[in-house]
Each structure stands twice: as structure tokens, then as C-alpha cells.
């Protein structure tokens, strides 16, 4: 339930009452300020509330924009303010204070309220806006969407109001929102072969009454069949995991539009959106392992190589952009570079292909798994991802080496949360040192990596993993605000993931590899979860989450130590019961997050993943 109060009777000929009722509005008409300030104070604090002007002039999608996206406490357009519970307070102060100063009269102020009014000679001083100016006196968060074309006015006059509708007659309301439902920033195939029609599809939806999660939920329904039909391991079930895995990615845009189509934002949406796409990704990874299986190729080695390659590619961008977006004096000649190079149009689709987003990235391996084998789809996977995991970070590092970025204190934690230190480097983090954390997260990382490459299952590789966790712990012993530091996290998961694939690859036992993959898969699960729970300022997993899954550095630990105590067959016992273990720890603490009333409405967007 929502309150609209307008601060006045609507001029004639005016759309505002039936346009709030539209948006699911109950309205209350008050006489004068003080009667809105009394009528305020009726509304249930739980509801979301808003004043407006009855003279307001606009498209019906701006008093959308304005007034019903539930990811903002506060948010206002021209004419037009509203609180959710969590604002409500600041907007009760900011209207008591506003009626105090001008003595409770906004208008014309007849005892009425069927003969209530405001003033034509009120213009930009009408009650809503002096709230929103009241308010971001007191350092209130404001939202103030991007209108665009659309009209959002109170006209003062006769002749103005009339030159208002004109421009809202000019424009196509519904043009603009089914435009809008497309995100901004998005890769070359999706915005050029998916976007055109996803979207009428998103607003086909819309008008069936169906939600976002229906659709996200259909999403990964349909990329699990596709993931069955590549693992059927025939030419038909190939080329029907192809169709479909394009008819999933299909409606994984759909789902995004709908929700900007209808502000259809929620905590539950967002827990799916974060880690549905992985879960597709990977699910079909293993779906093809299985199905070259069936015809007598193992490529469980290549299916987790790629899932490594491609979560540690994400780690990447999400330490990067947790490192420096709230940085001061962030600026470098590369970055004023990057930003001339997106003054010329060509480059930009090229810049965004050849870092193979998920659009791209799952059109190639549709096509890929269709027409050729397994093996060749990981392989052409792999080296594409390498490249680009190589172009964009060699990037960032230039970047990161060229300015002179000062970084907060909030960024240091995130990238401390983004690490998952256990107990053990946490206690070697006491005590250590000082030392470069890139430098020693890298030495360590290598000390237990190349051991299990050359070697195998083994005391040395036990050994290096002892002096890995001695290194990560000197890694974080100190706030991570060095330039490099934000290559801590990804340097972390190198070496867990890695070290996980090499001691499974060379154990020369079946089955050992799907083990680890499903261990892979629920660690980066896990991982996962902390950046999207970062994203949403809701905080890292709890402590006790991280300590009962050890830490990256304790699984790494653990792992070398039942390789070199085990048999091949038990290590495979061994790392399925860890996968389990580890699975179902971390998605009960997730589950219970994500649908808890402190989980974030929605996560930022952020870049194409």
C-alpha cells in the first residue's frame, strides 16, 4: 500500500489523480501544508508516502521513475517527493521544518479542503520542492533519476502548463520506458542481436503479470536442460544445448528489462540475478565434460581449467572496482586514454568484444558446442578467456601504476572481505612483518602451485602450502592500499583453484576431477557471494562463515595434505565429502541472508560479466 498527498485541489483537466492511482496510490487531498503535514502523520510508517503538487505536468513513466523504485529511501522529481520507511523519518522533520518557516500556509489556505488551492504565484516554491530542498540541507540521500526526454514540470501559469502538455504530447512515454529497460553499458551481441526483441519480450511479460524472478527462474531452467542435452554427449543433443543455451541468455536479458521496465526490484531478485549466471555458466561446463565422456574424451581438466580461469577474470574486475571507486585523486594518462578512445565509436564495440562479456562469451560456446566437439568449445573458451584475462589486466595494472589514487578505508575492507582469510593466515597476520602484499601473496601462490604442477601429490607440495599460508598471512597484515594491492584476492584464487586442478588432474584416478570441480564450484560460490554482498554496502559473510570454511589459505592447506595422505580413490572421497560440506555451509548462510530483510534491494550492475 502507498499514500499520494497532494498539496491541493488537481487543475482542471489534470491527469495526476488517475496517473498516481495507476501506480497503486491512495489519495488524500490536504487544504494547506499544515493539513499535509497532519495527513503525513496518518500514514503508516511501513508505507511508502508521497507529497505532490496538483499542478504537476509530466509523463506518466516519470511519476513512475520518481516515485516507485523501491532501491531508494528517498527519491524525487520535479513537483514530486517520496519516502519509504526508511525515509520517512527525514521527510517528517523536513516538512515540519518547511511548514514552520513559512507558518504552515502553502497556499491559499481556505478551511475547506474542496476549496483548497495553491497559489499560481507559488511557481518553484512549491511545498514538494522546498521538502527536497530541506532535506538535502540535512545531508539526506536524495535519488533524483534521469528523466531524459520525458516532462516533469509544475507550470506556474495558464500559458506554461499548456506548453507543458505540448511536450508531453511530443513524446512517446512508452517508446522511452521500453528503451530505458535496456541496460546502458552492455556488450556488442547482446545490444545488437538480443536487446531489439528481449526487451518487447520483457514489457510482453510485464503485461502478463509475470515477475522478474519467474523469468531469471526460467532462465536457469532452460540452461540446465541445455546442460542435460550437451550431456546426452550426441551431434542432436549438441546442437539442441546450443539453441537452448542462446534461449537461456535470452531470457537472462529479459529478466533485467522487465524489472527496469516495471521497478520490479527485490532482495530475493537480486540473490538470483548474483549467482544465477555462474551457476548456468558452469552447469554447462559440466554438462559437456559429461557428454565427451560419453564418447570417450575426458576434458573435466579443460571444464575446470575455464571455470577457474573465468571466476579468477571476475575477481579481477570486482577488486578493481572495489579498490578504486570511491578513491580520491583517481586519475591517470591511461584512463584520460581509455576515455578518448571511447569518443570514436568502433572502438568502444571492439574494447567491450574482445574482453569476451557473457554475451559474447555464450554465443561462442553455443555455436562452438553445435558444430564441433568439447574439446575444441573449451579450448577456443580457454584462449579466449586468457587473452582477454590478459588484456584487461595488464590494464588495470598500467592503470593502477599511473595515478596517484589515494584509497579509503572502506575500500582496504572490502578488499580484506574479498581475500577470505582463515583463522591461520589471520594469526599469521598478528605477527608478521611488513612486506608488499602483492609481492607475497604471489611468492606464495607459486610456492604451492608449481610443486603440484611439476610433482603432483606430495610432502613438497604440503610444504609449500605451509609457506603460502605464512605469506598470505603477511599479505593482509596490513591495510591492502597500495596500488597493487588489489591483486591480493585474484592472486588468492589462483592459487587455491589452481593447486585444487593440478593435485585432481594429476592424481590419474577417475573422478577425482568432477570432485574438485564441484569443490571449485562451491568455493566460488562462496566468493561470489561476498563481492555481490560488498556490492549491496550489506557487509562481508560473517566471520564465523569464513572460519568454518577455513579460510583460502586452510583449504589449500587441507587439500595438499589429503592428496599426499590418501590414495587416488580416497582423495576423490575426500574432496566430494569437502565439496558437500563446503556447499551446504555456505548456501544455508547465503539462503538465509539473501531472503533476510537486511539484504540489499538490488546490487549494482556494474559491468558486463
Same mark, same amino acid.
Given at each position: ?61 516519470? @511519476? ?136 518487447? @519480450? ?41 539453441? @537452448? ?23 530475493? $531478485? ?74 570514436? $565509436? ?98 606464495? $601462490? ?9 610433482? $603432483? ?99 589449500? @592447506? ?52
Amino acid at each position: 500500500m502507498s499514500t499520494a498527498i497532494l498539496t491541493g485541489q488537481p487543475v482542471p483537466g489534470s491527469s495526476i489523480e488517475d496517473d498516481l492511482r495507476s501506480l497503486g496510490f491512495d489519495l488524500r487531498v490536504a487544504a494547506d501544508a499544515a493539513d499535509a503535514e497532519t495527513l503525513l502523520a496518518q500514514v503508516p510508517g511501513d508505507q511508502r508516502v508521497a507529497v505532490v503538487d496538483p499542478r504537476f505536468v509530466g509523463h506518466l513513466h516519470a @511519476l513512475r521513475l520518481g516515485l516507485t523504485d523501491p532501491r531508494f529511501p528517498l527519491a524525487a522529481i520535479t513537483g514530486a517527493v517520496t519516502a519509504q520507511a526508511a525515509g520517512r523519518q527525514a521527510l517528517t522533520r523536513a516538512m515540519a521544518r518547511e511548514n514552520s518557516a513559512v507558518g504552515g500556509v502553502a497556499g491559499a489556505g481556505g478551511p475547506a479542503r474542496a476549496n483548497a488551492g495553491v497559489r499560481e504565484t507559488d511557481g518553484p516554491g512549491h511545498l514538494a520542492d522546498r521538502i527536497v530542498t530541506a532535506l538535502v540541507a540535512d545531508g539526506a540521500d536524495v535519488h533524483r533519476p534521469e528523466l531524459g526526454s520525458l516532462v516533469a514540470e509544475v507550470p506556474a501559469d495558464p500559458q506554461a502548463r499548456n506548453e507543458a502538455r505540448q511536450a508531453v504530447a511530443a513524446v512517446d512515454d512508452e517508446a522511452v520506458r521500453l528503451r530505458s529497460a535496456v541496460k546502458s553499458r552492455d556488450g556488442f551481441f547482446t545490444t545488437f542481436f538480443v536487446s531489439p526483441y528481449s526487451r518487447h @519480450l520483457a514489457r510482453w511479460c510485464a503485461r502478463r503479470g509475470l515477475t522478474p524472478n519467474q523469468v531469471t527462474t526460467a532462465s536457469l531452467l532452460t540452461a540446465l536442460i541445455a546442460a542435460g542435452c550437451a550431456a546426452t554427449g550426441t551431434r542432436v543433443g549438441f546442437v539442441a544445448a546450443g539453441v @537452448l543455451l542462446i534461449c537461456s541468455f535470452v531470457l537472462d536479458c529479459t529478466d533485467g528489462q522487465l524489472a527496469r521496465y516495471s521497478l520490479q526490484y527485490s532482495t530475493l $531478485g537480486a540473490w538470483l540475478d548474483a549467482t544465477f549466471d555462474r551457476a548456468k555458466e558452469y552447469a554447462y561446463y559440466a554438462g559437456l565434460a559429461l557428454g565427451a565422456a560419453r564418447g570417450g574424451d575426458d576434458v573435466w581438466a579443460l571444464a575446470l581449467g575455464a571455470m577457474v580461469l573465468q571466476t579468477c577474470r571476475h575477481v579481477v574486475d570486482f577488486s578493481f572496482n572495489e579498490a578504486n571507486h570511491d578513491a580520491t585523486a583517481n586519475t591517470s594518462p591511461t584512463a584520460a586514454l581509455s576515455g578518448r578512445l571511447d569518443s570514436v $565509436g568502433w572502438t568502444v564495440w571492439v574494447r567491450r568484444m574482445i574482453v569476451l562479456p557473457i554475451g559474447e562469451r555464450w554465443a561462442l560456446i553455443a555455436v562452438l558446442t553445435a558444430v564441433t566437439t568439447p574439446r575444441t568449445t573449451f579450448y577456443v573458451l580457454l584462449a579466449g578467456c586468457a587473452f582477454a584475462a590478459t588484456y584487461t589486466t595488464a590494464g588495470r595494472v598500467l592503470r593502477s601504476l599511473t595515478r596517484k589514487a589515494r584509497r579509503t578505508d572502506r575500500a582496504a575492507q572490502a578488499l580484506a572481505d574479498l581475500a577470505d582469510s582463515g583463522p591461520l593466515a589471520e594469526a599469521v597476520a598478528r605477527v608478521a612483518p611488513r612486506f608488499p602484499a602483492p609481492a607475497s601473496a604471489a611468492i606464495g $601462490g607459486l610456492l604451492v602451485v608449481v610443486p603440484a604442477a611439476a610433482w $603432483g601429490a606430495g610432502w613438497q607440495v604440503v610444504l609449500g602450502a605451509v609457506v603460502y599460508v605464512v605469506l598470505s598471512g603477511a599479505a593482509v597484515s596490513r591495510p591492502l592500499k597500495g596500488a597493487l594491492d588489489w591483486l591480493v584476492p585474484p592472486v588468492f584464487r589462483a592459487a587455491e583453484y589452481g593447486t585444487v586442478l593440478l593435485l585432481a588432474a594429476t592424481s590419474g584416478v577417475n573422478g577425482v576431477l568432477p570432485a574438485a570441480f564441484g569443490l571449485v564450484a562451491a568455493v566460488a560460490y562462496h566468493h561470489y557471494d561476498t563481492v555481490y554482498r560488498i556490492r549491496g554496502n550489506a557487509g562481508a559473510p560473517p566471520a564465523r562463515l569464513v572460519r568454518a570454511i577455513g579460510g583460502h589459505e586452510g583449504r589449500t @592447506l587441507l587439500v595438499t595434505v589429503l592428496a599426499a595422505l590418501l590414495t587416488g580413490s580416497q582423495f576423490k572421497v575426500a574432496l566430494t565429502v569437502l565439496a558437500v560440506a563446503v556447499a551446504l555451509v555456505v548456501l544455508v548462510e547465503s539462503i538465509r541472508f539473501w531472503v533476510s530483510a537486511g539484504a540489499p534491494a538490488v546490487h549494482d550492475e556494474g559491468e558486463p560479466a
